[in-house]
């Protein structure tokens, strides 16, 4: 079955340092989602991605957030310069079609800032 | 009026037992209310979905019951198991909306053998 693969698994920064998770969609999807979990909590809206642009973010999704899909694969999140409130689960998901209704997620980055 | 409000919190059931998750939502432009299963460490996956013009739908042990008039739905898992333990999360989908889902604040369900 096709999934959406997310590395890394888990990673550890310090406050300040910028990160990058990547995710490899789903091959025939075009559209294509963050999602973060704060530990214990429920699953938030980042960004949508569509078109090679973004197509929605929510409040959280502020100047220190940037998307890419940089090659036909790969779907980035960067957060330039981490905060301590920015640990927690990051899950990417994408979409075959708009209205299609089945959101795949990948299994998700644990980002840890220190 | 984004929300979805779930409950309980958590939730001990027997094997075999019936287990109950109940979520609530303001936003009538709701059209299509999924429950995903989440496991330690693994990302959400669908397990089943409703639209508000059914008011049952069920998949094996799972059931969801929809309440339009009362803008209420609810997952029903019949004879549950230990291998059922997990976080369930209700969502809710505005149509036309790039942002796709709204989470409810999910249910740990355990599962006593």
């Known amino acids: 079955e096709p999934e959406v693969t997310q590395t890394p698994s888990h990673q550890v920064t310090q406050m300040g340092q910028e990160v990058i998770l990547r995710c490899v969609p789903i091959?025939?999807?075009?559209?294509f989602y963050w999602y973060r979990q704060i530990l214990g909590q429920k699953v938030e809206f980042l960004v949508s991605f569509y078109n090679n642009e973004i197509s929605e973010k929510s409040e959280i999704f502020d100047d220190q957030f940037s998307v890419e899909r940089p090659d036909g694969s790969n779907f980035t999140l960067k957060i330039r310069s981490t905060k301590l409130e920015d640990s927690a689960m990051y899950f990417c998901?994408?979409?075959?079609?708009?209205?299609?209704?089945?959101?795949?997620f990948g299994a998700g980055s644990r980002l840890t800032v220190l | 009026q984004q929300q979805v409000k779930q409950s309980p919190q958590s939730l001990i059931v027997q094997k075999g037992g019936i287990s109950i998750i109940n979520c609530a939502y303001e936003n009538t432009a709701f059209d299509y209310f999924p429950w995903y299963q989440q496991f330690p460490g693994k990302g959400p996956a669908l397990l089943i979905a409703?639209?508000?013009?059914?008011s049952e739908k069920k998949e094996g042990r799972f059931t969801i019951s929809f309440n339009k008039s009362a803008k209420q739905f609810s997952l029903h898992i019949m004879d549950s198991q230990p291998g059922d333990s997990a976080t369930y999360f209700c969502a809710a989908r505005v149509p036309g909306s790039a942002r796709q889902l709204t989470f409810g604040s999910g249910t740990q369900l355990t599962v006593l053998p």
């Open positions: 998901a994408s979409m075959l079609l708009s209205g299609a209704n089945v959101l795949t």
């Open positions: 409703i639209r508000p013009d059914v």
């Open positions: 091959s025939n999807h075009l559209y």
